[in-house]
């Protein structure tokens, strides 16, 4: 894979097309649109202001992409969707997660789509590839972070159905979803030191439910250093759930969920490659032109060390996820290589923004600034999809048991 900030794919004309497409896209259309809105990483948005962008991507071929045929995409492989998001994370944009279906369509979605019954399939997840319906994934839970199987969000059963009662946190998508795919621990698995249960394993099962049924309340969550307004906290209160919103079987939540994550943790790589391609071409540009002395600042070898050493950074970071991504696209199961590539990723992400912001300087600082902005936005990804020291523990964890290939 050779280094380049501007990659062509010449090697894959379907690919090298869609990428074309896509930056006219972002850089034309898109731009011009958040720029009338006056839109920018912070500002309060309405579902309004996502549907006209789902409708036109998925017009344009971009929303849902990587999906098969019968359902309006073109099947890609995970390394082709993968050079997509980056595309995507480079751009710049405030609303690039929507064009391929992160905020709250296909691509939230997720596999959960080979779990869904015919009936779910065209009453939840059809209309989200449509852009019709929009969905959020509820796992977290207050004290229940990488810790999922301390979650206290339980279902109870109820004839043939379930009563949810529970708190789930940072839905991401969540204030603009119709509904959500929600991971409940079963009542009857839950330790209860008062019932002949206390020693039960507790069992998991994945729900798809209606954010606006009785019983369910969606409030808006905490905002993240980011500052967007993408996150919601939802409220379950003796909400009936039926036996027909049950996704797969009772007891199959936590591979479910936790499945979701393995291959997302992996996909969320190469958004953040994007983002982390932005801050070094932003930086590039910057010591091009800014003057000090009467020359460039990048005429300072100081300057260029640091730009060798991001620059570097970047590549080794890139390919190894891309490394990662035809090892899964040849059918194997690169689990570990997942946890690297997480790690490696968001580490070297954040120094490179870090190094971003130390070269522009005051510039770099101001609230807002578009390094400022990347800064805090790859900050996070040390801790979202698991920490960075969550990943360490599974790498090392693997490593001592002799099973890297699982």
């Known amino acids: 894979m050779p280094f380049t900030l501007h990659p062509d794919y010449d090697d894959n004309p379907r690919l090298r097309d869609l990428v074309t497409r896509l930056r006219d896209y972002l850089n034309g259309e898109l731009a011009d649109y958040e720029r009338d809105l006056g839109l920018t990483q912070e500002s309060r948005y309405t579902r309004a202001t996502l549907e006209p962008v789902w409708r036109r991507s998925r017009e344009l071929g971009f929303y849902g992409v990587h999906l098969p045929a019968e359902h309006g995409g073109q099947g890609l492989t995970y390394t082709e969707l993968a050079a997509l998001k980056e595309e995507v994370g480079a751009s710049g944009r405030v609303l690039q997660h929507s064009v391929l279906g992160d905020m709250g369509g296909p691509l939230r979605a997720g596999s959960i789509l080979q779990h869904a019954t015919e009936e779910q399939l065209h009453r939840y997840l059809l209309p989200v590839i449509r852009g019709e319906r929009a969905c959020c994934f509820s796992l977290t839970e207050t004290d229940a972070g990488s810790d999922v199987r301390a979650m206290r969000t339980t279902a109870t059963p109820d004839g043939e159905g379930w009563r949810v009662t529970g708190h789930k946190v940072f839905s991401s998508a ?3 979803a119709d509904f959500c795919v929600l991971i409940a621990r079963m009542a009857d698995s839950a330790p209860d030191a008062a019932t002949d249960n206390a020693g039960a394993k507790p069992v998991f099962s994945a729900f798809l439910i209606d954010l606006d049924a009785p019983g369910v309340t969606v409030l808006d969550g905490q905002t993240p250093m980011s500052g967007e307004h993408i996150e919601a906290d939802i409220l379950l209160e003796d909400c009936y759930i039926g036996p027909e919103q049950l996704l797969g079987r009772v007891g199959d939540g936590l591979r479910i969920g936790l499945g979701r994550v393995t291959v997302n943790r992996l996909l969320h790589c190469p958004t953040v490659l994007g983002m982390t391609r932005r801050a070094l071409e932003l930086t590039l540009d910057f010591t091009r032109t800014r003057q000090v002395g009467g020359a460039p600042l990048g005429a300072l070898q100081s300057i260029q060390h640091k730009l ?17 991504l035809a090892a899964l696209d040849a059918g194997g199961r690169p689990s570990t290589e997942a946890f690297m590539c997480k790690l490696f990723v968001a580490e070297n992400a954040f120094r490179i923004a870090d190094e971003a912001v130390q070269i522009h300087g005051k510039a770099g600082l101001v609230r807002g600034s ?16 698991g920490s960075s020291e969550i990943q360490k523990n599974a790498i090392a964890g693997r490593l001592l048991l002799g099973d890297t290939h699982s």
């Open 308 to 324: 060798a050493d991001m620059a570097t950074a970047y590549y080794a970071a890139r390919a190894m996820t891309y490394d990662a």
């Open 370 to 385: 578009e390094p400022e902005s990347l800064f805090r936005r790859l900050r996070m990804f040390r801790v979202l999809t």
């Open 174 to 176: 969540g204030p603009f």
